[in-house]
């Protein structure tokens, strides 16, 4: 009867550490998962730099033709008002692009955040990992002390591993 308690005992406890390892098996797919994103959302904060870099360019570079544009205009009166229409462009131009790197600011910051709560979540993973493998460690303990027990009372019953 007792044998047969600590067979069942050893089984569950076998049971239990395989479980433990497909927790721990998903949670660090989880985690690859999460750290895939992570570096995906990175890349593209580092695309969103880009493009406000460029859009800064772009409006140095309209700004620079306005600066011509006026220098045109006190030449001449016609040139002047092509100068005047043209600057009113680019300053349309300057307010759209100052209005996307609001925006991609903002998509930045949430970027930013959803990172931050990856790495919690990632965290969380790695403590449950943890917990899976101290609990399997546990089960592998308890069936060598419950072999080593069952050899001392019956050993010849016990099977040598």
């Not at 005992?9 to 433990?20: L, R």
């Not at 692009?97 to 709560?117: G, P, Y």
């Not at 990632?122 to 069952?150: F, G, H, N, P, W």
Request: glycine letters at 2%.
């Amino acid at each position: 009867m007792k044998t047969q308690n600590l067979q069942h005992s050893a089984a569950a406890a076998a049971k239990e550490a395989e479980d433990a390892r497909r927790r721990a098996q998903t949670a660090e797919a989880e985690r690859q998962q999460a750290l895939d994103t992570a570096a995906q959302s990175l890349e593209a904060a580092k695309k969103a730099e880009r493009e406000r870099d460029t859009a800064v360019q772009a409006q140095a570079r309209a700004e620079s033709e306005t600066t011509l544009a006026r220098g045109q205009a006190e030449q001449a009166g016609r040139e002047r008002d092509q100068a005047a229409s043209a600057m009113r462009q680019v300053a349309a131009e300057r307010d759209a692009i100052s209005e996307k790197l609001k925006e991609r600011d903002q998509w930045v910051d949430q970027l930013a955040q959803a990172v931050t709560e990856q790495r919690a979540a990632i965290a969380e993973l790695s403590q449950e990992r943890d917990a899976a493998r101290q609990a399997a460690d546990q089960a592998r303990s308890l069936i060598d002390e419950l072999t080593r027990q069952l050899r001392t009372i019956m050993p010849t019953a016990a099977p040598r591993i």
